[in-house]
């Protein structure tokens, strides 16, 4: 039996001060943008962005419905480039969804 006020892991803290804080999704989110930027074909640069990922799923924000077809033509390259990058995602399938400023940076407030 434990003590209940006695020493810790320090590993169960961290983890558990990074979740509280939310730095850890913070993280995970910085390191997809970064991966998606990596492995994003030509025409999705500057005109998507990746969004979270659900149940090993990526939803990737883009600026206009022809993006939405041409993922179809990239699909398969693109999810084996995130798993070599991002094997912790577990990203099986990507949904595009058509956002207007999609691929925009956006505005920091001053």
Request: proline letters at 5%.
């Amino acid at each position: 039996m434990q003590n209940p006020g006695g020493p810790r892991a320090i590993g169960g803290l961290v983890n558990r001060l990074l979740a509280r804080t939310g730095y850890d999704q913070t993280a995970s989110v910085d390191a997809l943008a970064a991966a998606w930027e990596q492995v994003a074909p030509p025409a999705f640069r500057g005109a998507s962005q990746a969004g979270l990922v659900r149940r090993g799923v990526l939803d990737v924000l883009v600026s206009h419905s022809a993006l939405v077809q041409e993922m179809g033509f990239h699909k398969r390259e693109i999810l084996a480039r995130l798993a070599e990058i991002v094997p912790a995602e577990g990203i099986t399938d990507i949904r595009c969804r058509v956002l207007a400023d999609a691929g925009r940076p956006t505005r920091s407030s001053s």
